[in-house]
């Protein structure tokens, strides 16, 4: 509203200002004391001619779900579409006028030509049989699946009766949407060519340039990716390459994903997967980047600094400070005024650390990506990156909407 004000009037030329000023995601409305309604990029419009009668929400499935409640979704409507960088203006009259502003080219354009970018070379040329899909609808689809964590048939079905799928993915009509077997294959050239670890590396080089990642401290982690562990298959047997591990009281069969998180950030630099009973002090090393002045871990990593392979020294020649949690047990013999001090510094070092938990809290709670798909490290490896690239893309949205 500072921008709208420092033009002294509200009109279409004071909202193009402000919106040319505006970086990332945003749609906005504003009615001034004529009762003279503008809108400005992303929301859902409908009229009711006969009624004369405009309503608009920031989405169609709230917008319909409310029209159901009171009973307006039975008549008769037209549905107002807007494009990217599209200004509306409602007067009291019901008159409408449009306008326009120029859009940045902001943090998810810049993320779409470097995904595109990388996969172009080795996505099929089309020179013998059929020609291919549109490289940017399979890569929109393969990050749905991604993120909903949908199966080949799931993904295909949900583009062709989900509409919000549909309009992701600009798809018309349900002959324009690939079958299970292509967007597998789509997922295969990925994996056959390294090329969701390369977009994970091309995430973390973006968020390095605009300061979203400074390298000062890490912290490691890792968590459980379960397997099935049936044998009830083809082969009579379970994944040769996941291992069986124990926490607490709790089995585990899978594998383990590594993480090395910006201790400042919270957004994920380093992945590394292994089987489930890969010790986590054995992996550290691999986790830090070399120019950090902290590394923190949890008493899992207890030993890490002391190990043949351990990074004592930055790049600048510094020594890197290793902060980890101590055991429990080890602060109950104690006296009572020890255990409050090593308990205190304790809470400390955690409330660092539990960055590294929301990255897990995105990938377990928001994309449910708790139990693997796929056999073989290879391919649990390549799901990770892709996973944690996403995840990144999340958690940097959200800090940029937030400031």
């Given at each position: 509203m500072q921008l709208i004000e420092q033009q002294g009037k509200l009109n279409f030329d004071a909202l193009k200002n402000m919106a040319e000023s505006v970086q990332g995601s945003f749609c906005f409305t504003v009615l001034d004391e004529n009762n003279t309604l503008y809108i400005v990029k992303?929301?859902?419009?409908?009229?009711?001619?006969?009624?004369?009668?405009?309503?608009?929400?920031?989405?169609?499935?709230?917008?319909?779900?409310?029209?159901?409640?009171?009973?307006?979704?039975?008549?008769?409507?037209?549905?107002?579409?807007?494009?990217?960088?599209?200004?509306?203006?409602?007067n009291k009259n019901g008159e409408l006028s449009e306008s326009s502003f120029a859009m940045q080219n902001d943090f998810s354009n810049v993320v779409w030509?470097?995904?595109?970018?990388?996969?172009?070379?080795?996505?099929?040329?089309?020179?013998?049989?059929n020609r291919p899909y549109p490289l940017e609808l399979m890569l929109r689809i393969f990050i749905l699946q991604n993120v909903y964590n949908l199966s080949d048939m799931a993904v295909m079905n949900e583009v062709i009766d989900s509409r919000a799928f549909s309009n992701f993915c600009g798809i018309n009509a349900p002959s324009e949407v690939p079958n299970g077997d292509t967007i597998g294959r789509f997922r295969n050239i990925l994996t056959r060519n390294g090329l969701q670890e390369k977009i994970f590396a091309a995430v973390v080089k973006i968020l390095m340039e605009r300061k979203l990642i400074l390298k000062k401290g890490t912290i490691v982690n890792s968590t459980f990716i379960?397997?099935?562990?049936?044998?009830?298959?083809?082969?009579?047997?379970?994944?040769?390459?996941?291992?069986?591990?124990?926490?607490?009281?709790?089995?585990?069969?899978?594998?383990?994903?590594?993480?090395?998180?910006?201790?400042?950030?919270?957004?994920?630099?380093?992945?590394?997967?292994?089987?489930?009973?890969?010790?986590?002090?054995?992996?550290?090393?691999?986790?830090?980047?070399?120019?950090?002045?902290?590394?923190?871990?949890?008493?899992?990593?207890?030993?890490?600094?002391?190990?043949?392979?351990?990074?004592?020294?930055?790049?600048?020649g510094k020594k890197i400070r290793y902060i980890i949690n101590r055991r429990p047990s080890s602060i109950k013999k104690l006296s009572k005024s020890g255990q409050y001090a090593a308990k205190k510094k304790e809470h400390?070092?955690?409330?660092?650390?539990?960055?590294?938990?929301?990255?897990?809290?995105?990938?377990?709670?928001?994309?449910?990506?708790?139990?693997?798909?796929?056999?073989?490290?290879?391919?649990?490896?390549?799901?990770?990156?892709?996973?944690?690239?996403?995840?990144?893309?999340?958690?940097?949205?959200?800090?940029?909407?937030?400031?």
């Open positions: 992303g929301m859902c419009l409908l009229h009711f001619v006969r009624l004369g009668l405009y309503v608009y929400a920031s989405t169609e499935s709230i917008l319909t779900k409310a029209l159901w409640k009171v009973g307006l979704l039975k008549l008769k409507y037209e549905q107002i579409l807007f494009k990217e960088g599209d200004m509306i203006c409602i030509e470097t995904f595109l970018e990388l996969i172009q070379l080795s996505y099929y040329k089309g020179e013998l049989g379960e397997s099935p562990s049936s044998t009830k298959n083809r082969e009579k047997k379970r994944d040769s390459e996941a291992h069986s591990a124990k926490k607490g009281n709790t089995w585990h069969f899978g594998y383990k994903a590594h993480i090395g998180v910006d201790e400042e950030s919270g957004l994920v630099h380093t992945v590394k997967g292994t089987p489930a009973n890969e010790h986590d002090v054995t992996v550290m090393s691999e986790l830090l980047h070399g120019e950090e002045e902290r590394a923190y871990g949890d008493s899992g990593y207890i030993g890490a600094d002391k190990r043949p392979e351990a990074i004592r020294k930055n790049k600048n400390q070092k955690s409330s660092v650390r539990c960055k590294a938990e929301h990255v897990f809290a995105v990938i377990k709670n928001i994309f449910r990506y708790r139990k693997t798909r796929y056999r073989g490290l290879r391919k649990q490896t390549a799901k990770l990156n892709m996973m944690f690239a996403l995840a990144n893309l999340y958690l940097a949205a959200r800090k940029s909407l937030a400031v």
